[in-house]
């Protein structure tokens, strides 16, 4: 039983504070790299929710491997997202009010391959970006687009 079960079998769908983990990744051609997302129909930043025993990077770089066959190399961090604005509750019923840690990174290897949480990934200009970007990685491309200052604390 992985650690959101666990927690969940105890807690039922109480709101709990997560912390979530993911990054943007460019290319050599300064493009960002999102996935079709499965689970919304939305164009997104991969990343996913940390597991026990796990530093904030380690989360961000197991998410992006999973998510798009990808191994990040060096990562800076960029920003740091939280509060009542961001608190969700899941089809299921479950509450999380995230902590969202995201991390940029422009070195990586491997080849991109899709898993089952990923309709399609792809890399884009930043002027050439989907419209229907999940609304949360909207506000952080919306930030690096305008150069706040990082890490930006959203």
Known sequence: ????QHLRSMIGHEKVIMVVAGAMVFDSRNRLLLQLRTDNESWGLPGGFMDLNESVQETARREVFEETGLTLKDMSL????SGPDKDKQFANGDQVSPVQILFRCDEYGGELMKDDESHDLAFFHLNKLPENLFPEHRIMINDLLQHKEQPVIG
Not at 1 to 4: H, Q, S
Not at 78 to 81: A, N, P
């Open 78 to 81: 960029f920003g740091v997202y």
């Open 1 to 4: 039983m992985d650690y959101i």
